[in-house]
């Protein structure tokens, strides 16, 4: 079966330093990742997706994330912050089948200080 | 413009009442879903729709309802049977298969 965790629920940084959410996944086939971002009473918006090709992804925003296979991990990074990020993120991966079922992670809040 | 629009935002209910939750999509999508949002969780499964006049149960479809008449829509009955329906409700679409999953704006459901 497949999952994903999110490492961390909470994440505070300062205005113009790095961010890193990290998100492990658990799969028994070549998976399909996610990163989501959701701001309050919004959807959720695609950031970036991972489906094999290039182990670098890069997403909107400036956000990108990294698929490593050894470690099962797909964290997010971006450079430098901006007040706008200020949101909730959550990890996804996509069962293996036609069903195009998501299962996602328990988010992390992003928290950015000016 | 394209997307997902989900009508109303707000919703209050009393209990004992079933209510339905709009979803529209003009995105020529061929599957459909239903989430929902409780706080600090993810967001689960309710039901999902690859074809027109078909649906499967996700992972917490108890007292929930759908029907998929036309490709466009796909409308979520809460009844009166969901033991704790007050959450923030979230429809998808996507075509199929294996793609990216786009969602609505979301509706707040608050039981009075």
């Known amino acids: 079966a497949q999952s994903v965790t999110q490492l961390d629920s909470h994440v505070s940084v300062s205005e113009g330093t790095p961010v890193l959410l990290r998100c492990n996944y658990s799969s028994s086939y070549s998976p399909s990742l996610f990163w989501y971002v959701q701001h309050p009473n919004k959807g959720l918006q695609l950031l970036l997706k991972?489906?094999?090709?290039?182990?670098l992804v890069k997403g909107i925003n400036g956000f990108e994330a990294e698929f490593k296979k050894s470690e099962t991990s797909f964290h997010l990074t971006k450079p430098s912050a901006h007040m706008s990020d200020a949101a909730e993120y959550f990890c996804v991966v996509s069962e293996a089948g036609a069903t195009n079922k998501l299962i996602f992670g328990t988010g992390t809040l992003l928290a950015v200080q000016p | 413009d394209g997307g997902i629009t989900q009508s109303p935002k707000y919703l209050f209910r009393k209990e004992g009442q079933n209510v339905t939750l709009s979803c529209e999509q003009n995105l020529n999508h061929d599957a459909m879903y239903w989430y929902r949002q409780d706080p600090g969780q993810g967001l689960r499964l309710i039901y999902y729709?690859?074809?027109?006049?078909?649906?499967q149960k996700g992972d917490i479809a108890e007292g929930y309802s759908v029907s998929r008449e036309k490709k466009e829509s796909f409308p979520l009955t809460v009844t009166s049977a969901q033991k704790n329906p007050t959450a923030f409700y979230l429809c998808?679409?996507?075509?199929?298969?294996?793609?990216?999953?786009?969602f609505g704006e979301g509706s707040w459901l608050t039981v009075v």
């Open positions: 991972y489906t094999s090709a290039a182990t």
């Open positions: 998808a679409s996507s075509w199929l298969p294996g793609n990216t999953i786009y």
């Open positions: 729709s690859q074809i027109v006049n078909d649906f």
